[in-house]
C-alpha cells in the first residue's frame, strides 16, 4: 500500500504572539514542531505498516527550506520517504493555492492508495488543505476520522468521523483522502534507530521547486492567492466567568437568574 | 573544535526528553518511594532503542556516538536517577565488557538480547571486603577441568537479582594479586547462584541493588570473558566507560533540580515578589547554571573522546568527578531555595538530593578519580 501523509512544521505553541504593527506571526525564539494533528495523521500511517510491511509511507510538506528538520523527524518516527515543496514562487500561498501545490506534488509521485493529512495546523486553524487536496485530485475524503477498519482486501476502510454532537460511521473506496484528529491514536517517539537512519548522509530529503511540481504559477504563491488577511490581532482575554453558588441545582438556577434579570439580559 | 550538538545528538535528546516526561516523570517518585524495579519503562526505553546506543549494528546495536549515549543517560536522569543508572550499567558494565573481551560465540550469544534490551546486564566486583581495594577479591573460581566452580560473595550490585546476564570478577590465582583476576558471564538461573538480599538505599531506589551469593555454582568453560588473570584490566576498563555514564547521570540530575528550581522561584512568593528577584539566590542560581555547562563540557570531551577511540580514562575521570560534585552541591543548593518544600516529598527536589549522592561514590569514589587526576599530573 502507497501511504501519502501531508505535514505541516508550526510554531510549537498555541498562543502565538502577533505583531501589532505588521500584523504578522512573531517566530523568532519560538521552536517549530511537526503539527499536532499531522503527527496523528502520521502515526495512523505508521500503525498501517506495522500491520502491513510492504506499506510505503512518503511524507509531503510545503514551508521553508528549514521545514526539513521536521521531515528528518518523520523519517526518525518511521517514514520511509520525504518530500518538500519549497520555492519562493510559492510563499505566502494561502490554503488554495498550497492545495494546487500539494496536489501537483501528489501527481508527481508514481501513484497512491491513501493521503492521510491533520484535521487542520495549530498556526492557520484553518482546517482547509487536506479538503481541497482531495477535491483538486478528485478523490473522495473524509474529514474528522477517530477510528478506521479497512476491509478484507484493503480496497475500502470503515472510518468513524467526529462530529460536534455524535458521529459518522462512512465506508470509504481506496483512493481517498481522510483527515485525522487527535483522538484517532497517540502517536509514537522517535527511535535509535530512526535517529540514525535519518541521520544517515545517504538519506536525502528531496526538495521540489515549483518547476519540478509542473505547477501553473498563477495558481501559487501570495499574488494567486485569493485570501487576503485583512488584520491579525490578538484578542483581548474574556473577563473573568462567574461562578454560579448555590447548594441545589434550583438553588443555582434561581441565582443564575437573578444575575441574568440584575444585567437586562432576560 | 565544534561545540554545536550533531543532527544526531539534538535528535536523541529531543526523543528521551520527550520519552522521560511523559513516561518516566509520572512514576518517579513512586518507584522511589516503594523501591520498585521500572519494568514497564524499562520495556519501553528498551524498544526506543535505549540499551544498545553505542554498540555496532551487527549485534543489535545503533551505532550512535557517546556524546548521543551520555545525552540519553542524561536526559532519563533529568527525571529520574534510577532509570539513567538502569541503562548505564546494562551498557558499559556488562554490554560493553563482552563486546570488547568477548569471543565471536559469547558476542553472538549475547550482545542480540542485550543490545536490544531483551535481556538485561549486570557486573559484579564489589565484595564486603573488596570496594575501591577492588584487588582484594575473596570470590574464586576453580578450574574443575570441565567446568568452573565459583564461591563467594558479591555486594551493593546494581540490577542483581533483576538481570539476565552477570560479568562478574573471581580469584582465579590469589598469589597473583591483581593479575590473579579473572572475568566470567554467568546467568540468572545459574544453580549456585542466587541474590537473597536488596539493599535499601537512600537513593535511586528504582535501581535495585543486591547481594549475590555463589555457593559451589558451576558454570561452564567457555563462560570464561577474556583471558585467564585479566579480569582486573577488564573490570578497570568498564569503569571508564561506566563513569561517562555516571557523569551523565550526575549531569542529569543536577540539570533537572536545576530545571525545577527556575520554575519554583519564578513562582514563588515572598516580602511581596518572586524568589528570582532576590539577588543573593539568583546569583547564587547563577554559579550553579556554570557548574552544570563546565561539567557538561567535560563529559562531552571525554565521551568525544572514546568516540574518536582516544584514550580517556583521565577525562572520563574528571568528568566523573566533575559531574557528580555539580551534583551535590546543585541538588543542596536547590533543597536549600526551595524551603521547607525543598525537604518534603511532594516535590521531587528531596529525592533528586538523595539521588545524587551515590554518583560520588560508585564506579569509583571521587577520592579514586583524584587519584587518577593526581597520577596523570604527576606522572
Known amino acids: ?266 | 573544535m565544534d561545540f554545536n550538538p550533531t543532527k544526531e545528538q539534538e535528535m536523541v535528546r529531543k526523543m528521551v526528553r520527550k520519552f522521560a516526561e511523559t513516561e518516566i516523570k509520572p512514576i518517579a517518585a513512586e518507584i522511589d518511594e516503594q523501591a520498585i524495579y521500572p519494568y514497564a519503562t524499562m520495556k519501553r526505553a528498551a524498544e526506543l532503542g535505549l540499551m544498545g546506543m553505542p554498540f555496532p549494528k551487527k549485534y543489535g546495536g545503533s551505532e550512535t556516538d557517546y556524546i548521543s549515549y551520555v545525552t540519553a543517560i542524561e536526559e532519563l536522569s533529568r527525571v529520574c536517577g534510577s532509570h539513567g543508572v538502569i541503562v548505564q550499567t546494562h551498557c558499559a558494565l556488562c554490554t560493553w565488557p563482552i563486546l570488547t573481551y568477548g569471543t565471536e560465540e559469547q558476542k553472538n550469544k549475547y550482545l542480540p538480547d542485550l543490545c536490544t534490551g531483551k535481556k538485561l546486564g549486570a557486573f559484579g566486583l564489589t565484595e564486603p571486603n573488596a570496594g575501591t581495594d577492588a584487588a582484594g577479591q575473596e570470590t574464586t573460581a576453580v578450574d574443575m577441568g570441565d567446568h568452573w566452580l565459583i564461591n563467594g560473595t558479591k555486594i551493593f550490585i546494581s540490577g542483581g537479582g533483576i538481570a539476565d546476564v552477570y560479568v562478574i570478577m573471581a580469584m582465579t590465582d590469589k598469589s597473583k594479586g591483581n593479575r590473579g583476576i579473572t572475568s566470567f558471564i554467568i546467568e540468572k538461573g545459574t544453580p549456585g547462584f542466587y541474590s537473597p538480599k536488596h539493599e535499601k538505599k537512600m537513593g535511586i531506589r528504582g535501581s535495585i541493588a543486591s547481594e549475590l551469593v555463589f555457593e559451589d555454582c558451576k558454570i561452564p568453560k567457555e563462560n570464561m570473558l577474556g583471558k585467564l588473570g585479566k579480569g582486573f584490566k577488564t573490570a578497570m576498563t568498564s569503569l571508564d566507560v561506566g563513569r561517562l555514564g555516571i557523569a551523565a547521570q550526575a549531569l542529569g540530575i543536577a540539570q533537572g533540580a536545576f530545571d525545577e528550581t527556575v520554575e519554583y522561584m519564578k513562582n514563588r512568593k515572598q516580602f511581596g515578589k518572586s524568589l528570582d528577584k532576590f539577588q543573593a539566590l539568583a546569583f547564587e542560581m547563577a554559579n550553579m547554571y556554570n557548574q552544570i555547562e563546565m561539567s557538561r563540557l567535560l563529559l562531552y570531551k571525554a565521551a568525544d573522546r572514546r568516540s574518536q577511540g582516544l584514550p580517556s580514562t583521565l577525562e572520563a575521570a574528571q568528568a566523573k568527578l566533575a559531574c557528580s560534585e555539580t551534583a551535590m552541591y546543585v541538588t543542596t543548593k536547590a533543597v536549600q531555595f526551595h524551603g521547607g518544600y525543598g525537604y518534603i516529598k511532594d516535590y521531587p527536589i528531596e529525592r533528586m538530593m538523595r539521588d545524587a549522592k551515590i554518583t560520588e561514590i560508585y564506579e569509583g569514589t571521587s577520592e579514586v578519580m583524584k587519584m587518577v587526576i593526581a597520577g596523570s599530573v604527576f606522572k
Not at chain 1, 36 to 50: C, T
Not at chain 1, 102 to 127: C, S, Y
Not at chain 1, 161 to 188: H, S
Open chain 1, 1 to 266: 500500500m502507497k501511504i501519502i501523509v501531508c505535514a505541516k512544521q508550526v510554531p510549537d505553541t498555541n498562543e502565538i504572539k502577533i505583531n501589532p504593527e505588521t500584523g504578522t506571526l512573531m517566530r523568532d525564539g519560538v521552536p517549530s514542531i511537526l503539527n499536532p494533528d499531522d503527527a496523528n495523521a502520521l502515526e495512523m500511517a505508521l500503525e498501517i505498516k506495522d500491520n502491513n510491511p510492504d506499506t510505503e509511507i512518503t511524507v509531503i510538506s510545503m514551508g521553508p527550506p528549514q521545514a526539513k528538520v521536521m521531515l528528518e523527524e518523520c523519517i526518525a518516527l518511521g517514514a520511509d520517504k520525504c518530500i518538500l515543496i519549497s520555492d519562493r514562487a510559492v510563499g505566502g500561498s494561502d490554503t488554495w493555492a498550497t492545495s494546487n501545490a500539494i496536489a501537483a506534488a501528489v501527481r508527481k509521485l508514481d501513484g497512491f492508495d491513501l493521503i492521510i493529512a491533520g484535521r487542520q495546523a495549530i498556526d492557520g486553524d484553518t482546517a482547509q488543505v487536506g479538503p481541497q487536496t482531495a477535491e483538486k485530485l478528485d478523490i473522495p475524503q473524509v474529514t474528522y476520522v477517530k477510528e478506521y477498519k479497512f476491509s478484507d482486501d484493503m480496497k475500502s476502510v470503515e472510518v468513524k468521523r467526529a462530529l460536534e454532537d455524535g458521529y459518522q460511521i462512512i465506508d470509504v473506496k481506496l483512493p481517498c483522502m481522510l483527515t485525522a484528529i487527535k483522538e484517532l491514536n497517540t502517536p509514537r517517539y522517535m527511535t535509535v534507530d530512526g535517529i540514525m537512519r535519518a541521520c544517515d548522509p545517504n538519506l536525502e530529503i528531496k526538495v521540489w521547486g515549483a518547476a519540478d511540481i509542473e505547477v501553473d504559477l498563477d495558481k501559487v504563491g501570495l499574488k494567486a492567492s485569493p485570501t487576503n488577511v485583512f488584520r491579525s490581532f490578538t484578542p483581548k482575554p474574556k473577563g473573568k466567568g462567574v461562578y454560579i453558588e448555590g447548594d441545589t441545582p434550583k438553588e443555582k438556577s434561581q441565582n443564575l437568574v437573578t444575575g441574568l434579570k440584575a444585567k437586562h439580559i432576560i
